[in-house]
T-cell receptor, first 114, second 114 residues
């Protein structure tokens, strides 16, 4: 049981390049999330998916797109990277039924855009 | 909108000292409250939670009490260890719903020296 996995762990991009961050969970959770973490800003929600087939914008969606490929996988795409997107990105998942109020986080992807 | 305010860090303590990290919140209704911990190089993990007023969450020697009258959820530990060095995040989320869209504070770094 791996929990939430993310790839890659580190990435350096040049301004204007594109890339996709991958996330997968093996806990059969319905809900998945993408956050970014910046110094002094805490975690900010980029996009989320309450269930397979649905996605919604969070607090800071500009410059990003997401795909909920299936129940397990939720990817985050940067179409044209900018230095302001330098950050640590976390994927998370949670159960649907509300009996457990816990979000499970992946180890993060550290992205630098030069 | 909903928000969480945490004390700024870093908080620097010697081993076996008493720890308090303050957290206050603004929210409509009656949210659930959480403390998450992030150890160096890792994702966040749930430390403790409280789902209604006067509830006390506890785990690994840490405690926090949901105070509706003061809108607070302060984290305490009677005797910290070097291994408690981490970043601590206070968060709030909707009560008793399946979908957990959390609002995080900015995090407080704790440094414990031997």
């Amino acid at each position: 049981n791996a929990g939430v996995t993310q790839t890659p762990k580190f990435q350096v991009l040049k301004t204007g390049q594109s890339m996709t961050l991958q996330c997968a969970q093996d806990m059969n959770h319905n809900s998945m999330y993408w956050y970014r973490q910046d110094p002094g800003m805490g975690l900010r929600l980029i996009y989320y998916s309450a269930s397979e087939g649905t996605t919604d914008k969070g607090e800071v969606p500009n410059g990003y797109n997401v795909s909920r490929l299936n129940k397990r996988e939720f990817s985050l795409r940067l179409e044209s990277a900018a230095p302001s997107q330098t950050s640590v990105y976390f994927c998370a998942s949670s159960e649907e039924n509300g009996q457990s109020y816990e979000q499970y986080f992946g180890p993060g992807t550290r992205l630098t855009v030069t | 909108g909903d928000s969480v305010t945490q004390m700024e860090g870093p908080v620097t303590l010697s081993e076996e000292a008493f720890l308090t990290i303050n957290c206050t919140y603004t929210a409509t209704g009656y949210p659930s409250l959480f403390w998450y911990v992030q150890y160096p190089g890792e994702g966040l993990q749930l430390l403790l939670k409280a789902t209604k007023a006067d509830d006390k969450g506890s785990n690994k020697g840490f405690e926090a009490t949901y105070r509706k009258e003061t809108t607070s959820f302060h984290l305490e530990k009677g005797s910290v260890q070097v291994s408690d060095s981490a970043v601590y995040f206070c968060a709030l989320g909707p009560m008793n719903t399946g979908f957990q869209k959390l609002v995080f504070g900015t995090g407080t770094r704790l440094l414990v020296s031997p």
